[in-house]
């Protein structure tokens, strides 16, 4: 026969398990750096942050789940056109993290794919204003505007965006080879550049080495005419002192008593000999003295000896 309670019992076992599962399901253990959205009969009732919480049976429930870890998301190749119009494809890296779980669960639905679109959108407006060779040297004012444009975009989403890194930058293959082409042309021209600069540096070099010796040689030879002229006139100078004295003596001696008579001997003496020098043989002397006069004589050798 079928026990009368036994319904009552299955009924009580059925609550009792509800609710040890209800109970145990409102513990919740949050980790560190997440967040918990709580909604309480469908509206917003607080966050719980990392530590052990309770929710209030039947009523609470967590609807969003948030780390507030950075997070890397990608980017996908988008073809952009640069301001040259020429096609060249862009792909990176997104790093953005949120800053307020509350607004990123209902300021937009997905903000991984809001932010990788509004990425695209400013790298394509970004990528239009540069042309195609500014574009690989650029690559560093890029990336901050698109961190600027997303940041600000993002803000009423509770989400930062802390950087932005490309990370290929593609174009077809005829403006690659384009490219190499100007590249190669650019090198001969700097190598060129440089060749001549050095040929110039040595024509300079060699010119002031000349210079310079061309200085030392005049320097030189100024040092050496100055000191043949300065021994010339030293010469000269002790000549002029000879001279004098042995004029002084001369004088001296023609002074003391027999002194005259001997200078007019000694005058004769080479008068003489000056006329014995320019008689030779086969030669004819025409005199004008009288040998026979001897003062006349030696007045002529003294005028022919002192000329």
Known sequence: MMNPFMPLLVFLAVFAFIFVVTLFRSVRVVPNRTALIVERLGRYSRTLEAGFHVLFPFLDKVRYRQTLKEQSIDVPAQD?????????RVDGVLYVQVMDPKKASYGIKNYGVATVLLAQ????SVIGQLELDNTFEAREMINASVVKAVDEASDPWGVKVNRYEIQNIKVSDSIMDAMEAQ??????K????????????????LSKGAYEEAVNLSEGQKE????????EASEIVAVARATAEGIRKVAAAVSMSGGKEAANLRLSENWIDAMGGIAVEGSKVVLSADLTDFSEVTSKAAKMLLK
């Open 183 to 188: 590249m190669k042309a650019e090198r001969e």
């Open 121 to 124: 959108t400013t790298m394509r």
């Open 190 to 205: 700097r190598a060129e550049i440089a060749r001549s600069l050095g040929e110039m540096e040595t024509k300079i070099n």
């Open 224 to 231: 050496r005419m100055i000191n043949e002229a300065e021994g």
């Open 80 to 88: 952009c056109f640069t301001k040259d119009n020429v096609q060249v």
